[in-house]
Structures are given as structure tokens and as C-alpha cells.
Nanobody
């Protein structure tokens, strides 16, 4: 498994922005598809965004399209989630995930990932 460490969560007012970071310790990070998920209170874990290992492809759940951007920096072994125009319904614990294989370009299901971070809390006040 790959060790993943999220950071960047916090409390923000509706309409504000946050950038989440997910750092990994493995040099082979550049070959892993990466994703972000979130779990709101009382709800199931939800897919948010994914990025291919080449960073040439991205995919977003409909509720965040146009507001969130996933990106990756191979030199820093880090994947980011830029979140703009935040809404109270974006409140959740956000998790970073990695898949060791590239057979699925943009994994979207939790079981398609094999490494997870500990999560970072994002709270959006109205």
C-alpha cells in the first residue's frame, strides 16, 4: 500500500475556497491513478474526482463540476483538490485514494482503490 496524508481542510463560509493536498511517500506516485472521496455525516462515502496517472484525464461527480479541480504534481508526489464556490452541502470528511494499477484510467468506485488517507475535515458554514 501507499501512504497518503491529506491536509488543507478547515472551516470556510459558503462561497469560499479551500485547497486540499494529498502527499504520498512513494516515488512511483506518478504511475498511480488518484481520487478524492468524501463522507458527509450520516451518508455513504461518495466519489468526488479522479485523475489519471498521466494527469491527462480527469473526472468529476456532477455536483462539483465547474467548482472543483483535481490536479497532481509529480515532482512533489502530491495530488490537489481545489474547491471553489463551496456550499454547505460540501461539508464532509475528504479522503484521498490511490490505485496501484493503471488498468482503470479513472477509478470511481471505492473498491477500485487500494490505498487511503486518514481524511481531512471540510466544514462550510451558511
Amino acid at each position: 500500500q501507499v501512504q497518503l496524508v491529506e491536509s488543507g481542510g478547515g472551516l470556510v463560509q459558503a462561497g469560499g475556497s479551500l485547497r486540499l493536498s494529498c502527499a504520498t511517500s512513494r516515488r512511483t506516485f506518478s504511475t498511480y491513478p488518484m481520487g478524492w472521496f468524501r463522507r458527509a455525516p450520516g451518508k455513504e462515502r461518495e466519489f468526488v474526482a479522479a485523475i489519471s496517472w498521466t494527469a491527462g484525464n480527469t473526472y468529476y461527480t456532477d455536483s462539483v463540476k465547474g467548482r472543483f479541480t483535481i490536479s497532481r504534481d509529480g515532482a512533489k508526489n502530491t495530488v490537489y483538490l481545489q474547491m471553489n464556490s463551496l456550499k454547505p452541502e460540501d461539508t464532509a470528511i475528504y479522503y484521498c485514494a490511490a490505485r496501484r494499477y493503471t488498468d482503470i484510467v479513472l477509478p470511481r468506485m471505492p473498491h477500485e482503490y487500494d490505498s487511503w488517507g486518514q481524511g481531512t475535515q471540510v466544514t462550510v458554514s451558511s
